[in-house]
């Protein structure tokens, strides 16, 4: 079993900056991680993804999010630069390590944490 925790969430205006930290507990920290959010009334979607053979993102946050890993301290990080208030979501880390449905599909993922609150104001 692998517990997730989130944190780095908070409110922040239009163009500000935040840095997600996800840490996780348990079993060896497993080879997919990666970053969705959901916002109000909207499905979950993928941000960010970190594996072996690289980092994968949306097209909504590329150029301006960053996804890295410590693998020692099993901490995967989403920095978060030029928010925009669109970007407004709980944002939930996961792991995994099946790599059949392809990184940016929830279905790969295996444990997820509680979410963290990010809101950015116009």
């Known amino acids: 079993q692998v517990q997730l925790a989130e944190s780095g969430g908070g409110l922040v205006q239009a163009g500000d900056s935040l840095r997600l930290i996800c840490t996780a507990s348990?079993?060896?920290?497993?080879?997919?991680a990666g970053w969705f959010r959901q916002a109000p009334g909207k499905e979950r979607e993928f941000v960010a993804a970190?594996?072996?053979?690289?980092?994968y993102y949306a097209d909504s946050v590329k150029g301006r999010f960053t996804i890295s890993r410590d693998n020692a301290k099993k901490t995967v990080f989403l920095q978060m630069n030029s928010l925009k208030p669109e970007d407004t979501a709980v944002y939930y880390c996961?792991?995994?390590?099946?790599?059949?449905?392809?990184?940016?599909?929830?279905?790969?993922?295996?444990?997820w944490g509680q979410g963290t609150q990010v809101t950015v104001s116009s």
């Open positions: 996961a792991a995994g390590s099946s790599s059949w449905y392809g990184p940016s599909d929830y279905r790969d993922y295996d444990y």
């Open positions: 348990g079993r060896t920290f497993n080879n997919l």
């Open positions: 970190i594996s072996w053979s690289g980092t």
